[in-house]
């Protein structure tokens, strides 16, 4: 369960507690009944928002969506092995990320993937494959050191775009789980695939 998903259901029940001891305190009062009857439509309003809310491991802020056109060169850039049967490419939006990260600790942890992870130092990149007919998605996580941008920055490297991430793929030659690849089937609403970088 998602953290949002766990907070609103924390609020959910706290407030349904405090109806609970309000209308035990005056249940004769007509004000107590009517502020009973408000606590109750915010409480059905959790509820339901809770019911729609998903993971974010990496948030859009940290999200790269490149163009299909830049799909074959994300690809052979990072990958060591490319998945097998991509036939087209296309550009996802971000609604079509909605959801995708839900289940992703999951899959990495069935791929033998361990230890905990600051998923707030990972950036991702995104471009929408094709097999056959079938839509699916190609993320690239990677680890992103502030401190090596931060040098980099201070050190005014030519030719340094803190932004190039953004357009342009990142691949990196080692560094094992910390930068891995998964293939996600939007139609099935599963990962399919995965690769990760070799130690060095």
């Known amino acids: 369960m998602s953290a949002n998903k766990r907070t609103s259901g924390n609020a959910a029940v706290a407030l349904w507690f405090h109806v609970q001891r309000l209308s035990r305190a005056v249940?004769?009062?007509?004000?107590?009944?009517?502020?009973?009857r408000?606590?109750?439509?915010?409480?059905c309003l959790l509820v339901v928002s809770s019911a729609g809310c998903s993971t974010q491991l990496v948030p859009i802020g940290r999200t790269a969506i490149l163009p299909a056109s830049k799909g074959p060169e994300l690809i052979q850039a990072v990958c060591y092995r490319p998945p097998e049967?991509?036939?087209?490419?296309?550009?996802?939006?971000?609604?079509?990320?909605?959801?995708?990260e839900d289940t992703l600790v999951t899959y990495l942890q069935s791929k033998s993937v361990k230890g905990k992870r600051n998923w707030s130092s990972f950036r991702k990149q995104v471009v929408g494959v094709k097999r056959g007919e079938d839509p699916l998605l190609f993320i690239y996580y990677?680890?992103?050191?502030?401190?090596?941008?931060?040098?980099?920055?201070?050190?005014?490297?030519?030719?340094?775009?803190?932004?190039?991430?953004?357009?342009?793929?990142?691949?990196?030659?080692?560094?094992?789980?910390?930068?891995?690849?998964?293939?996600?089937?939007?139609?099935?609403?599963?990962?399919?695939w995965y690769e990760c970088n070799e130690v060095a």
Not at 27 to 36: D, G, Q, R
Not at 38 to 43: G, N, R
Not at 143 to 166: C, K, L, M, Q
């Open 27 to 36: 249940p004769e009062c007509e004000h107590s009944a009517k502020v009973m």
């Open 85 to 100: 049967g991509v036939s087209g490419y296309w550009t996802p939006g971000s609604e079509d990320l909605r959801g995708v």
């Open 142 to 192: 990677f680890h992103f050191n502030p401190a090596i941008e931060a040098y980099a920055v201070a050190r005014r490297t030519p030719g340094h775009d803190p932004d190039s991430w953004r357009r342009e793929p990142y691949p990196v030659e080692d560094g094992g789980d910390w930068f891995f690849r998964v293939l996600y089937d939007i139609k099935k609403r599963r990962f399919v």
């Open 38 to 43: 408000i606590y109750l439509v915010l409480l």
